[in-house]
T-cell receptor
Framework: DTGVSQDPRHKITKRGQNVTFRCDPI?????LYWYRQTLGQGPEFLTY????????KSRLLSDRFSAERPKGSFSTLEIQRTEQGDSAMYLC??????????FGDGTRLSIL | AQSVSQHNHHVILSEAASLELGCNYS??????LFWYVQYPGQHLQLLLK??????LVKGIKGFEAEFIKSKFSFNLRKPSVQWSDTAEYFC????????????FGQGTILTVHP
């Protein structure tokens, strides 16, 4: 079971720096989602891809955030000019149409 | 607006006790409902799901949940918990036209004492 893979597991950076996270979904899954989770809360939806098309973005996703899925396989989430409030666990999930989502282990972002 | 709420932040039980975790949802239209579990140090895993049909759904590890439309509820139950059930439990919902994006509750931490 290859599962959803996320890299890195933990990222520590200084405020104002740019960071990029990668997600490799389960290979045959056409849907890919990004969520953000802060302490004591459930995951919050950020954005969704159907194959390579980004079909929905949450209002949580400010213009400092950008996500891509260039070939409909892996995806990247970039945060520019990081702020303290960006500290969170960033989760990636994938699925087939109409099927439950499979989650990765997440990338924990810590802003110094 | 779509929302999911979980009643309890932290539940503490002894082994063999019965479990019920509350979940209420607010959605317009059809909704698919899920329970996910996160064991310490692991990723979210699906426990069970409700799409349609029989409102009583059975999941893995002896868990079940009942969809009660009139109460907008989808409570998780287990007749006898084990120490290994210690984890955080998340209820989630996805609207029928939302491409499957999930709205989660705040989560319930379950601690089971041996």
């Amino acid at each position: 079971d290859t599962g959803v893979s996320q890299d890195p597991r933990h990222k520590i950076t200084k405020r104002g720096q740019n960071v990029t996270f990668r997600c490799d979904p389960i290979s045959e899954h056409n849907r890919l989602y990004w969520y953000r989770q802060t302490l004591g809360q459930g995951p919050e939806f950020l954005t969704y891809f159907q194959n390579e098309a980004q079909l929905e973005k949450s209002r949580l996703l400010s213009d400092r955030f950008s996500a891509e899925r260039p070939k409909g396989s892996f995806s990247t989430l970039e945060i520019q000019r990081t702020e303290q409030g960006d500290s969170a666990m960033y989760l990636c999930a994938s699925s087939l149409d109409g099927q439950p989502q499979h989650f990765g282990d997440g990338t924990r972002l810590s802003i110094l | 607006a779509q929302s999911v709420s979980q009643h309890n932040h932290h539940v503490i039980l002894s082994e063999a006790a019965s479990l019920e975790l509350g979940c209420n949802y607010s959605y317009g239209g059809t909704v698919n409902l899920f329970w996910y579990v996160q064991y310490p140090g692991q990723h979210l895993q699906l426990l069970l799901k409700y799409f349609s049909g029989d409102p009583l759904v059975k999941g893995i590890k002896g868990f079940e949940a009942e969809f009660i439309k009139s109460k907008f509820s989808f409570n998780l139950r287990k007749p006898s918990v084990q120490w290994s059930d210690t984890a955080e439990y998340f209820c989630g919902g996805a609207g029928g036209t939302s491409y499957g994006k999930l709205t989660f509750g705040q989560g319930t931490i379950l601690t089971v004492h041996p």
